[in-house]
């Protein structure tokens, strides 16, 4: 069965042993503690392991610049592998740039619009 943690902004699902995908809600803007709260869910379904993660953000969500700083620093990193970003849209793609451009993520972080590329690109990233 599959584990979910469902949150105020998002769903966290485990979907294999260190993978983790997380769903947006439709609309979604995400604050600080919103950000906190959902790296707190993936990081309770891997147990505090190495990880990947698949951030769903095709929902049109969208996040304070305050909560993109945190997502990139060291805190929510830790444990990450990598980061792939599945965005559609002007929203999507405007906050995957400023995320990738501006914060500069410590792990290795992509943005995708084919959710199997992105897939295919995380299981890379775990050999």
């Known amino acids: 069965m599959q584990e979910v943690i469902d949150t105020r902004t998002a ?12 769903v947006m809600k439709e609309d979604a803007l995400l604050e600080l503690e919103d950000m906190i709260e959902n790296h707190n869910a993936e990081n309770a379904l891997t147990n505090h392991k190495p990880h990947v993660i698949l951030i769903d953000t095709r929902s049109n969500s969208m996040s304070s610049d ?3 700083k945190f997502s990139s620093g060291d805190e929510p990193t830790k444990y990450r592998i990598a980061v792939a970003i599945l965005f559609d849209g ?38």
């Open 90 to 127: 002007l929203s999507g793609r405007i906050v995957a740039n400023s995320l990738l451009n501006i914060y500069h993520p410590k792990v290795p972080t992509q943005k995708f619009t084919d959710e199997n590329e992105a897939i295919l690109w995380l299981e890379s990233m775990m050999k």
């Open 66 to 68: 305050e909560a993109r």
């Open 11 to 22: 769903q966290v699902f485990l979907l294999k042993e260190n993978f983790v995908k997380m």
